[in-house]
């Protein structure tokens, strides 16, 4: 082997290290927000019987899908360029039962101490022209590496059922016709998009209705609790009474 390609290899090895250091941060950031939006999840369950977190998904650009995209928004080919420039690499989609659901997610991930909120759209409030509803954010998360600490971008898309359907709908259309959509079908899009708006507004006052129906419930409901192994254990009316003693 010559001396150049010896270097060449060098470089080769040097370059993958570093693209493989590179992809990891990201993972490793959506590993850090799944576990804080997981214990929220389970907080919820275990204090309000109640989890308004129904699904979560996570993802991770691939390398020719970053590629193109700095292509298109003609960026320095550089690792520090991309990380900066580029913050949608890592993505987390939080699917919830009603629209109230979503915006309580929003205010606890942005209560955390750790999290920094760089960037919030809401399309819920403003949806855009085609009827396309979510809540995005784009959050700095810091992820300890064994030379530091790295601080990476994630997105998080929150939305409703009916709004993530519409949206895989959409993104099944827009593909199928390489974004060249026939009037008809955008505008049945729209339709089909307000009528889920519409839905998800009648599910709310549904969903407040009942809240309003299980607040009067018997008092016996609230003699149970559930530890971490989701078992039901009553809890002692000697031990209520000295609660109450104390705070006399």
Known sequence: MSSNQALDLKLLKKF??????????????????NTKIDILKQEFQYIHNYS?????????????SILKKVQRKNLDL???SIKENIKDIAGIRITCSFISDIFEISRMLENQSDIEVVEKKDYINHPKPNGYQSL????????????????????????TIGMDFWASLEHKIYYKFDNEVPA??????KNAADTVAMLD???EVLHEEIRKLDSDDDIENELNLLNASGQKLNIPMALLESLSKDKE
């Open 52 to 64: 308004p977190i129904e699904h979560v998904k996570s993802r991770i650009k691939s390398p020719e």
């Open 201 to 203: 507004k009648k599910m």
């Open 78 to 80: 550089s690792l520090p």
């Open 16 to 33: 993958k290290n570093e693209l493989t250091r590179f992809m990891m941060l990201y993972q490793f950031g959506i590993d850090e927000l």
């Open 184 to 189: 008809y079908l955008s505008k049945e899009l």
């Open 136 to 159: 995005h954010l784009i959050v700095k998360i810091p992820v300890f590496m064994s030379n530091g600490i790295e601080n990476v971008y994630v997105e998080v898309q929150i939305r």
